[in-house]
């Protein structure tokens, strides 16, 4: 089971750390990924950590969004920096264990997936 946490209301220009803590599993074994859905929108690859740490990210959140994680405590992380109102959205985590590289960011290929937590960014 996954659990994301941390969103919330935040001001143009501000950060937020999005966590998403496993239960039940070994997140070492897992790659793992953060997807988004605004409203009327489709949901959106946003960045991912695989099992060896390597990073992917979206294009237009290179730069202001870093993914890590810390395997002891069983925690992927998500630091948002420079957000930006069209950041706004429904923030998912996801795991796999077997995704090969070219599926790291369709959100089909992960069986596993968070509950969701609320990002809004006023302008």
């Known amino acids: 089971q996954l659990q994301a946490c941390g969103g919330g209301l935040v001001q143009a220009g501000g950060s937020l750390s999005l966590s998403c803590a496993a239960s039940g599993r070994t997140f070492t074994n897992y790659n793992v990924g953060w997807f988004r859905q605004a409203p009327g929108k489709e949901r959106e690859f946003v960045a991912a950590?695989?099992?060896?740490?390597?990073?992917y990210y979206a294009d237009s959140k290179k730069g202001r969004f870093t993914i890590s994680r810390d395997n002891a405590k069983n925690t992927v992380y998500l630091q948002m920096n420079s957000l930006k109102p069209e950041d706004t959205a429904v923030y998912y985590c996801?795991?796999?264990?077997?995704?090969?590289?070219?599926?790291?960011?369709?959100?089909?290929?992960?069986?596993?997936w968070g509950q969701g937590t609320q990002v809004t960014v006023s302008s």
């Open positions: 996801a795991a796999d264990q077997f995704l090969i590289l070219s599926s790291m960011t369709s959100a089909q290929y992960y069986d596993y």
């Open positions: 950590i695989r099992r060896n740490g390597a990073t």
